[in-house]
């Protein structure tokens, strides 16, 4: 059987979760001997066997972002001619797989990292592109042969904003980790290097500044942390130039309080990730809206203790002691009162940043509690979410549709 996987982020041009998922995914089904796995991405040409890449179309140079997307989607459509299945991920492909499936006349599976309208705030980065973007995924959710959740949760959400979907046509496979490439290494000369003491305890928060990300509550939150504990931001590709001046405002003012306050705004490679996650004592996913959530299973494959929101699929993967026993428990759940507009927005800002301070506080002020999820979180990660096991739950909804 062959597959094309449709996609708009690629080793080595990644930024978030999505595009994680698809590298793993491709690596873990290009390790089967019943598959040939073909990926069609965006951007400049890649040199890596059954990969293609597609740059803008000529003549779009100026056009809305949306709208350039549509025009490499054309393209991509095209490329996919001999294939036996589609499977496109994020809006940005959705077209993309939805075209190709109707052109070359095989299943499109779409997989569900998060849903345009759960993201109103994108219409601030994408302006009318936001009503194109959200017209595509619909078309291509609503045309799918199967839509694939990175989580229960993620599910709900899709049933829930697409309704004309046929619920048996909606399955569950969750993100999952390498735990092989991402497994705790002590090395402090790096995270020295990286300007960061690896002998203060320190928190750290690794996501791109977007306001699903919760970025701002976070950094209200962490001001009231004790003096003595660093703060990592590993923070880049703002959505807006807005939330950007947000960020670098709020930052501002908290390093008029505090030391040890180190942002890293560069994309950094795995080995760095890896080095920060190994030497913190809590990372931290304020997240308002996350389907699943692979930052934190990075972090707990790393052997580090999370703090996260409770919304989403993030509960899911992150274990709190109030659901388990003292030596299950991965990490602690911050609950959040959400507006149901679709933006996640908390309803009650104050308190949510007062919870996520304690819990983070209550934490780095226990360093042997905090390692101990940490250890907990690494065995959950390597029994719960390995590849291999989730290419096979992928390939058995390849082969439902067929």
């Known amino acids: ?25 491709v690596r873990a089904l290009r390790d089967r001997d019943d598959l040939t796995t073909r990926v069609h991405a965006f951007g400049a040409a890649r040199d890596e066997p059954l990969t293609s890449s597609y740059a803008d179309l000529a003549g779009l140079e100026d056009a809305n972002a949306t709208l350039r997307t549509a025009g490499v989607d054309l393209a991509m459509a095209a490329g996919c001619a001999g294939t036996d299945l589609v499977h496109s991920h994020t809006w940005y492909a959705n077209l993309a797989g939805h075209l190709a499936g109707l052109l070359h006349d095989v299943p499109h599976v779409v997989s569900a990292h998060s849903l345009e309208p759960l993201r109103p705030w994108k219409a601030e980065q994408l302006g009318g592109g936001y009503r194109l973007s959200s017209w595509m995924e619909r078309t291509a959710y609503e045309g799918a042969a199967a ?15 697409y ?11 969750h993100n999952g980790i390498d735990t092989t490439r991402w497994s705790r290494v002590d090395d402090p000369d790096r995270v020295r290097r990286l300007g960061v003491d690896p002998d203060r305890p320190s928190v750290v928060f690794v996501g791109r500044i977007t306001r699903q990300k919760g970025l701002p509550l976070f950094l209200r939150a ?32 908290l390093r008029a ?14 080995a760095d990730v890896v080095a920060l996650l190994s030497a913190a004592t809590v990372f931290a996913c304020p997240s308002i809206y996350e389907p699943l959530g692979i930052v934190n299973l990075e972090a707990m494959a790393c052997e580090t203790a999370v703090v996260a929101t409770a919304t989403g699929g ?25 507006a149901d ?31 101990a999820m940490g250890r907990a979180g690494r065995a959950r990660a390597v ?3 390995g590849w291999p096991a989730i290419a096979e739950r992928t390939v058995e909804v390849y082969r439902s549709v067929l």
Do not use: N
């Open 147 to 161: 839509v694939i959740a990175v989580s229960a949760a993620m599910r709900a959400d899709v049933l829930r904003s």
């Open 314 to 338: 993030i509960p899911e993967v992150v274990v709190d002691p109030s659901t388990v026993g003292p030596t299950e428990a991965t990490g602690l759940l911050v609950p959040i009162d959400q």
């Open 1 to 25: 059987m062959r597959v094309d996987v449709l996609t708009k982020e690629y080793p080595p041009e990644i930024y978030g979760g999505a595009g994680v998922h698809v590298a793993e995914l």
């Open 163 to 173: 309704p004309a979907i046929d619920p048996a046509r909606v399955h569950t496979v």
């Open 383 to 385: 029994a719960s979410f």
């Open 222 to 253: 962490v001001a009231a942390l004790p003096p003595d504990v660093q703060v990592v931001l590993c923070a880049g590709a703002p959505d807006t130039p807005e939330i950007m001046a947000e960020v670098e405002s709020l930052v501002s003012d």
């Open 341 to 371: 507009d679709g933006s996640g927005t908390p309803l009650d800002p104050d308190r949510y940043v007062a919870d996520f301070a304690e819990a983070l506080t209550s934490l780095v002020g226990d360093p042997d509690r905090a390692a």
């Open 257 to 270: 309080g505090r030391d040890g306050v180190v942002w890293i705004g560069d994309m950094l490679p795995r």
